[in-house]
């Protein structure tokens, strides 16, 4: 990793992360980087301290210990927020008298760009002729489209999306794939949230997976998904393993009688096979059960459905969440107005 000033632009860095709400403790010593230029993946099932971390992150909370920094400041020390860094939190509000359009509006006069940026974004979410209604009827969908556009009005390097893939139907969450694509293409940081590892799968290059608040792995998606191999069926998995052997190709005989080999050319698995004078009954590329692999790192004991000893407090004011005040918490100087616990930091 480089450290030039202009390679650290964008780049976030949360370190050894704690967030205590009372005697729960939400994040718990998290540490991890986001590089500019790729989508990250921040994964954890419900209750895992996600939207906590991003919202330390955005400087909507205060954490009780360790940092949070956006190309090595916090948010609150950032000279322009709003160019800086966008974002969208879980359960954005709208006011729901006033027409998407005019919130855009609104933002844009805040972040002192052109109001011609509005349109722009419309044209970009995919919403120009809903973004004239009241957003008090908008879909869920809708909603997610409009913060999306909200958290772009300052054209930001850093865009940090709690679940924005929440209440998109298949062709939205195609179209959000292609378009975060577009935007990390351009050197842009991606950071977006999720609880599903599949629904992610394949819109992120790198993954930070947490559960119970603490680190649990982070890495390439590439990394995630294991070796590559063949996976093959056949009536006799033990002379095509022989006979792989002898094209130079060692192999793993599976529980479910499969044969897995080390090589990803299918061709040259079936061609062996076909020489053994054996059957094909199955050969595909190995794939790695995310979905499986995910529960396994995450699940055992989630502190949020068992009866454990370590129990949540009340939700503090949660009417007060800053989360979704137009869009993403910040005041209208693009700072945080309130804290959780009512500090004004
Ligand atoms: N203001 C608060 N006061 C007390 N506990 C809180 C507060 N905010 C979050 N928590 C608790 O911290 C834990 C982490 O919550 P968080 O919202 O960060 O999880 P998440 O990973 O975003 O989950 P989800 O996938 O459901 O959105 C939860 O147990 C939650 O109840
Ligand atoms: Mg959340």
């Known amino acids: 990793m480089t450290t030039t000033a202009a390679a650290r632009e964008g ?17 718990q010593d998290l540490s991890f980087e986001v590089e500019p230029g790729r989508i990250t993946g921040f994964l954890g099932p419900n209750g895992a301290g996600k939207t906590t971390t991003l919202r330390m992150l955005l400087g909507l909370i205060r954490p009780t210990s360790g940092s949070a920094t956006i190309g090595g400041h916090r948010y609150a020390d950032l000279p322009r927020p709003l160019a800086t860094v966008g974002a969208a939190l879980e359960a954005t509000n709208f006011h729901p008298g006033r027409s998407g359009r005019d919130h855009l509006r609104v933002l ?9 940026r509005v349109d ?9 002729a809903a973004a004239r209604k009241r957003a008090g009827g908008y879909s869920m969908g809708m909603r997610q489209r409009l913060g999306l556009a909200a958290a772009l009005i300052g054209d930001p390097q850093v865009l940090v999306l709690d679940e924005p893939a929440n209440g998109l139907d298949p062709e939205g969450i ?12 351009q050197g842009k940081t991606i ?4 609880h599903l590892l599949r629904e992610v799968e394949q819109t992120v290059d790198d993954v930070v997976i947490i559960a119970n608040g603490q680190h649990v792995r982070s890495g390439t998606m590439v990394d995630l998904h294991g070796t590559p191999g063949a996976v093959v069926r056949t009536s006799d998995a033990d ?26 050319d299918l061709r040259l698995v079936g061609d062996v096979a076909l020489r ?15 979905e499986q692999l995910f529960f396994e790192l995450t699940a055992g004991t989630n502190r949020n459905l068992g009866d454990g000893a370590e129990t949540p407090p009340a939700e503090a004011s949660s ?6 005040s137009p869009p993403a918490g910040p005041g209208p100087d693009g700072r945080p107005t309130t804290d959780d616990e009512g500090v004004t930091p």
Do not use: C, M
Request: proline share 5%; net charge negative; no cysteine.
């Open 319 to 324: 009417a007060g969440a800053p989360a979704g």
């Open 120 to 128: 722009e974004l419309l044209e970009l979410t995919g919403i120009p």
């Open 239 to 264: 002379a095509l393993a022989g006979a792989l052997r002898v094209a130079d190709v060692t192999s793993t005989l599976q529980e479910d009688g499969s044969l897995v080999a080390d090589t990803t």
């Open 174 to 185: 195609r179209w959000l794939r292609g378009f975060l694509r577009h935007l990390s293409d």
């Open 11 to 27: 780049h976030i860095r949360i370190e050894g992360l704690t967030k205590r709400f009372g005697h729960f403790t939400a994040v």
């Open 108 to 116: 844009a006069d805040t972040a002192s760009v052109p109001v011609t």
């Open 276 to 290: 053994a004078g054996l059957p094909v009954y199955g050969l595909e590329p190995k794939r790695a059960d995310l």
């Open 191 to 194: 950071l977006v949230s999720s």
